[in-house]
Every structure is written in structure tokens, then in C-alpha cells.
């Protein structure tokens, strides 16, 4: 579990092809601190496991599904990530509940200087955007986010100088992918719904007052 506070900025050190998937090894400093092997991470928004470690490296392996749904394939040496190490329970929950289970990915349609803040418009999946409300949370590569606007398939997201001189967003561009997690609450509610038997009809709410 995460919160979408990056700790730092990482950098692909190099990539290994295997049978199913890639070992991918990253350059760090701060979230090496206490980290392990086994231990979770998330990798531009994707909870990873370390595989092995040194003093300034941690290396994962990504296979299946998560290369075919995230934005792992496109890595290779030089690339910035985010990264944040697994919540503890003493932890501050500084941005929102996060497993660090993308979704899908989605386009970034541009991002736009707007004094000292920016802003930026995602073309989101049908799939996804109804679990999207605006002033919402959202996770894009790992970063916790607060959806400001939304038209149609279109989300826009507002972000200060803070989090965009801090994050990979300081390198994103119009056509760029990014990785994507809605609040997982919208898919309990809907997964609950989904599977309640209910005898609802629409002469029960005209009764009710709808």
C-alpha cells in the first residue's frame, strides 16, 4: 500500500530481457534506507519487488500483465521514475490509499504553464472514467493527484511547483503514456453493488420520492 508521495527520483540503470518479462535495475539513494530484499515498491506508480539490492541500486522483475498494462516496457537507461517505498502504519497518509495496481495507461493531451502552477489534460479510458468525480483522487505514475476538471473522457489536473519540480511530471509531454489508478472506494462501491440482490424497481423510488 502506498500514498502517492514520492520519495524520490530514481533512474533506469539498465534493463535485462527475460522469458516473460524484464529486470529492470534502479539508480537511488533515499529509498534505498531500510529497503530489502522482498520488500514493495512503487515504480512509477506500479508495486514492484525488490529481487536484489546494493548500496545504490534495486533491481525487480516485471512479467505478464503488469508489462502489457503498464508503462514498464518503455523503459530503458536514463529514465526518470517515481518512487516511493510501501506505507507502514506509523506512516503520515499525506495523499490518498494507493495499492500500486495500475489500471490501464492513458495519453497525456497536454500540459500548459499557468503562472507558477501547470496544468495537464489526460485522455482516459471509457473503462476508467466513471470511477473519476471531480476534486476526486487520482494516481498518475504513482502520483497522488486531485482530478480538477473533467469533460467527457477528458480529466484536468491542476499542479503546483512543488509536485511537478519534484515528480517525473517535470519531463511529461503532449503523447507521452502514463500509468493509471482510480480510487480503489468507486470499485468496492461498484463490485458491492454489482453483487447485492436487491429487488429495486422504478415504482419503489417514485414510492420513496424520486
Not at 20 to 42: F, M, N, P, Y
Not at 80 to 103: D, F, W, Y
Not at 138 to 161: C, F, H, N, V, W
Request: hydrophobic residues 35%; charged residues 20%; proline residues 2%.
Amino acid at each position: 500500500m502506498f500514498t502517492g508521495i514520492i520519495e524520490e527520483l530514481g533512474q533506469v540503470a539498465y534493463t535485462k530481457r527475460l522469458s516473460d518479462g524484464l529486470e529492470i535495475t534502479i539508480s537511488a539513494s533515499k529509498v534505498l534506507e531500510e529497503l530489502a530484499t522482498s520488500d514493495s515498491i512503487a515504480v512509477d506508480g506500479t508495486c514492484q519487488t525488490v529481487v536484489s539490492l546494493s548500496d545504490k541500486t534495486f533491481s525487480f522483475q516485471a512479467v505478464g500483465e503488469t508489462i502489457h498494462k503498464t508503462t514498464l516496457a518503455q523503459f530503458s537507461p536514463n529514465r526518470k521514475v517515481n518512487l516511493e517505498r510501501a506505507l507502514t502504519l506509523k506512516s503520515r497518509l499525506g495523499g490518498h490509499l494507493i495499492q500500486g495496481h495500475i489500471n490501464e495507461t492513458a495519453k497525456i493531451l497536454k500540459v500548459t504553464p499557468r503562472g507558477e502552477n501547470y496544468y495537464m489534460e489526460i485522455d482516459l479510458p471509457p473503462s476508467l472514467i466513471k470511477y473519476c468525480i471531480t476534486e476526486g483522487s487520482i494516481a498518475i505514475d504513482g502520483i497522488s493527484l486531485t482530478i480538477a476538471k473533467m469533460d467527457y473522457l477528458k480529466i484536468g489536473i491542476s499542479i503546483i511547483p512543488h509536485t511537478f519540480r519534484n515528480t517525473t511530471l517535470q519531463y511529461k509531454k503532449t503523447g507521452n503514456s502514463v500509468n493509471i489508478e482510480v480510487d480503489m472506494i468507486g470499485k468496492y462501491v461498484e463490485s458491492i453493488l454489482l453483487h447485492q440482490k436487491t429487488d429495486m424497481s422504478i415504482e419503489k423510488l417514485k414510492n420513496w420520492g424520486y
